[in-house]
């Protein structure tokens, strides 16, 4: 069982940026492969990005790459999304989600084994 929780989102304005954090309890948190996700209102969940257990490989969703990197620091159960150049198309919900193997259809939801509860990040214009 693995538990997450998100945090680090907020308002910010155009241009700028923001970190977000995941942490997870459990202590097969350094097996899974942590991948995040958005929801925008009206909107299905959109794949963002995803990391393997080790942090030596990760993927990006195209239209993000350049913008957004994810990253984690086993020691700390965490895993980051660092979010730059925001735009207000940005605005969603963020989730992170564990997965047990990286491999198969990463962009898709149903593919995660457990996810957080989300954080807003709005972005002005």
């Known amino acids: 069982q693995v538990q997450l929780v998100e945090s680090g989102g907020g308002l910010v304005q155009t241009g700028g940026s923001l970190r977000l954090s995941c942490v997870a309890s459990g202590r097969a948190f350094s097996t899974y492969a942590m991948g995040w996700f958005r929801q925008a209102p009206g909107k299905e969940r959109e794949f963002v990005a995803i990391i393997n257990w080790s942090g030596s490989t990760t993927y990006n969703a195209d239209s993000l790459k350049g913008r957004f990197t994810i990253s984690r620091d086993n020691a700390k159960n965490t895993v980051y999304l660092q979010m730059n150049s925001l735009m207000p198309e940005d605005t969603a919900v963020y989730y992170c989600?564990?997965?047990?193997?990286?491999?198969?259809?990463?962009?898709?939801?149903?593919?995660?084994?457990?996810w957080g509860q989300g954080t807003q990040v709005t972005v002005s214009s």
């Open positions: 989600a564990a997965k047990r193997m990286y491999s198969g259809s990463v962009r898709r939801p149903n593919e995660y084994d457990y």
